[in-house]
């Protein structure tokens, strides 16, 4: 809130103001007229000035001092200097309106002095055709006359531009801290701003109404500098330039500062260090924009990836392939792979780092693999880890299928049947990524499992097609087919096998199974027989289909 000061320099004792009997040089007015003329500038003068600072003298009053009406339209007439009839009458102020003619108009002219000093303080003119336009005259002009003397006091809201300066009036100290409210009078004031880092403000304002604001700019002792910092490719934009200023340091990188030279120095971690020279000026703000002088920090960068050819990124923009040799930035993001890896690489000022990348979804793919092939065998663990994986590059199609694999055999840790079907959706989805081999072949093999024998046996043929001496999977469509009863397409793969592969004893027992499902005994002896030649794990199997197959002959005799 503004403080409030009453300015008691200026109070005033009430003030003595004689209007004169109005004169007319030419007598074109008579003595009512001019009477009436006289008698609208007091009327006037009360409406104007406030009555606890003048008193306006009446008629009476004026013609007591000089003695009669006889003597006072005399000397009236008569007296050569206003101010001298005010001193006649003891008055302070003294105003008389006179009349003349000119061009056959009538002319007005009215004056107010100071008695004490003698002094014109303010005066109007007028002419017009006859007395209302005589008296439209006074009525316009003479509020205006008078108002020169209203010594009232009017609230005045002051405030400066900086806030806080102590304020002076007409010399008089005050204790006004703007902002600050303070009595005036009706006249010209002269004030003065004291602020400190500030010059001293020194102005005459008019006074003129009540509520009255007035705003005083104070002019500054100080200058701004600010410098402007500058990025390149927005490197290092999250860290800021540390600031000195002839050896002192400075936090921030605008600063208010004494009128004078310095010498700057600018530096970054990741730029090379600037050096300016600038002048600092009262009232002004300089910039130092440094864009045209910064330069990066850079080292050199040696990088590998476990893949070659993999993009190599410097602030989202591609510069090489790996293995890649080259200058970077010191505070650049390096990033490498179709999926932007940040490379976590500390390079060197003017030095050489060499550097090989290692992608998050390659240690955690590796890590998976350790469960399912390592010591600790966790086929859950694993299958966190190949999720892990997938959610970084889902278009591993190795996770995929690695994960389809730990599925098949989790169980019976979970449901059987979900965890199939699990594993039948990765093995796809790492199919329509790349359609391998081996893929296949895990989904055709849950296909197997869960007995649709169809399904697995578009998969193995799909194989066969990709690779033809495929025998596994000649094998394995042998069984799909065998489990459909479809023998003799059967037989053929479990030949067509043992033409490529004859030194596996699970083709032989695999036909000799459909021979006897056909019952042909005679040619499913010979495979088991075959079987039993190999000393394979099979052979106690193989002993067995041999004797219930002398027992089914026997029974037949």
Not at 66 to 84: D, T
Not at 318 to 341: I, M, N
Not at 433 to 453: A, E, H, Q, V, W
Request: glycine letters at 6%; charged letters at 30%.
């Amino acid at each position: 809130m503004p403080l409030y000061c009453k300015i008691t320099s200026f109070l005033y004792e009430p003030e003595r103001v004689a209007i004169i009997q109005t004169l007319d040089n030419r007598d074109s007015l008579g003595i009512q007229d001019l009477a009436f003329l006289t008698d609208r500038l007091r009327e006037t003068a009360v409406n104007v000035l406030p009555e606890s600072h003048y008193g306006i003298m009446t008629t009476e009053s004026i013609v007591a001092f000089l003695g009669s009406q006889e003597r006072a339209a005399k000397v009236c007439k008569e007296a050569s200097c206003l101010a001298e009839l005010g001193r006649m009458v003891s008055a302070d102020y003294v105003a008389q309106a006179r009349i003349g003619r000119f061009n056959k108009n009538l002319t007005i002219k009215t004056e107010l002095y100071s008695v004490k000093k003698g002094n014109l303080i303010n005066s109007f003119t007028g002419e017009s055709k006859n007395i209302s336009g005589l008296l439209a005259i006074i009525n316009e002009k003479a509020p205006i006359l008078f108002k020169k003397l209203d010594k009232r006091l009017y609230s005045v809201k002051l405030s400066t531009e900086p806030s806080g300066a102590d304020l002076s009036f007409d010399v008089v100290s005050s204790s006004c801290t703007t902002p600050c409210k303070v009595e005036l009078p009706a006249s010209n004031v002269r004030i003065t701003a004291d602020l400190d880092e500030y010059e001293t403000a020194d102005t005459t304002i008019s006074i003129k109404q009540n509520n009255q604001r007035i705003l005083i700019k104070m002019k500054p002792n100080f200058g701004f500098l600010y410098v402007k910092p500058a990025y390149l490719e927005g490197i290092g934009k999250n860290e800021q330039w540390s600031l000195t200023l002839n050896g002192q340091s400075f936090y921030s990188l605008e600063n208010k500062l004494p009128a004078d030279k310095y010498k700057g120095e600018l530096s970054h971690r990741c730029y090379e260090d600037i050096s300016f020279n600038i002048v600092v000026s009262k009232g002004k703000r300089q910039v130092f924009d440094m864009a045209k002088q910064v330069k990066l920090k850079k080292g050199g960068l040696v990088l590998k990836a476990e893949k070659s050819g993999e993009p190599v990124f410097v602030n989202g923009k591609q510069v090489g392939k790996t293995p890649f040799s080259g200058s970077v930035p010191l505070c650049a993001v390096v990033e490498v792979g179709k999926s932007k890896e940040k490379v976590a690489v500390e390079l060197e000022y003017n030095g050489r780092v060499e550097y090989t990348h290692e992608f998050e979804y390659e240690v955690l793919y590796k890590q998976g693999k350790a469960y399912m092939e390592g010591e600790i065998y966790d086929p859950n663990r694993a299958i966190e880890y190949f999720t892990a994986t997938l959610k970084i590059k889902p278009d591993y199609h190795e996770a995929l299928f690695d994960r389809g694999g730990a599925y098949s055999v989790r169980w019976p840790t979970e449901s059987v049947k979900d965890d199939q079907d699990r594993a039948i959706e990765d093995f796809t989805a790492a199919i329509r990524i790349k359609p391998d081999t081996s893929y296949y072949n895990g989904r055709g093999f849950t296909y197997y499992l869960k007995k649709n024998y169809t399904r697995a046996i578009e998969d193995y043929t799909a194989i066969l097609k990709i690779k033809p001496d495929a025998y596994e999977a000649l094998f394995w469509r042998g069984n799909a087919y065998s489990s459909k009863g479809n023998y003799d397409k059967a037989i053929e793969d479990y030949t067509a096998a043992i033409k490529i592969k004859p030194d596996d004893s699970r083709y032989y027992l695999g036909r000799g199974e459909a021979y006897r499902s056909k019952g042909n005994y005679d040619r499913a002896i010979k495979d088991y027989k075959a079987t039993l030649e190999m000393d394979s794990d099979d052979n106690d199997w193989a002993i067995f289909q041999i004797k219930e197959i002398e027992k089914i002959r026997q029974m037949k005799k």
